[in-house]
């Protein structure tokens, strides 16, 4: 990058818009990844005093088949190739469905890969009522606009039906204590 800015000779406007070009471009890869990992980190942090995190799987303690419900109608209503990671009973946090018991805190993420590898995260109790995006360079094009009105639509029903669903969030508080 240095090499690069010693090259330019004035400073024209092409020459910055290309400065800025390659200073987004090194850095946005880095930053996905680090705001993904610093928003874990903020509930981590929120839940230090505490065993972390619940990881809600297939397991019959959370239901019939919760986790696979989820993904299930995500890859229904918004996108058939979304990826979600696989349970990981030694990590929970990296697990796509999980309960933070201190804050009664929900997270549902995964990745769309078809539209840049789009992250997404899903938080019941944020206060933007919205979902979390993370990706590089998307074209908003009239289908990729439909993927996340359709995102945001899922997202908002997601909450609604977990709000709603009291019950297997007070389970889990109990089981935590």
Known sequence: MVENIKKMKNNSYEETKELLNIIRKQKTNEN??????????????????????????????????????QIDAFKTSVNPGAKFSNENEESPESNPLVYLPKTGNLIFSGTIPNLNNLKFQFSLMDVTSSPYIWTEGLPLTDEVITTLNKLKGFYLNWREQWLLREDLLQKLDKQKK
Do not use: P, W
Request: glycine share 2%; aromatic share 8%; proline share 0%.
């Open 32 to 69: 996905i990844n680090r705001i993904i990992e610093n928003r874990r980190k903020l509930f981590e942090n929120k839940e230090s005093d505490a065993k972390d995190y619940i990881a809600i799987t297939n397991d019959v303690k959370f239901g019939d088949n919760v986790l696979q419900t």
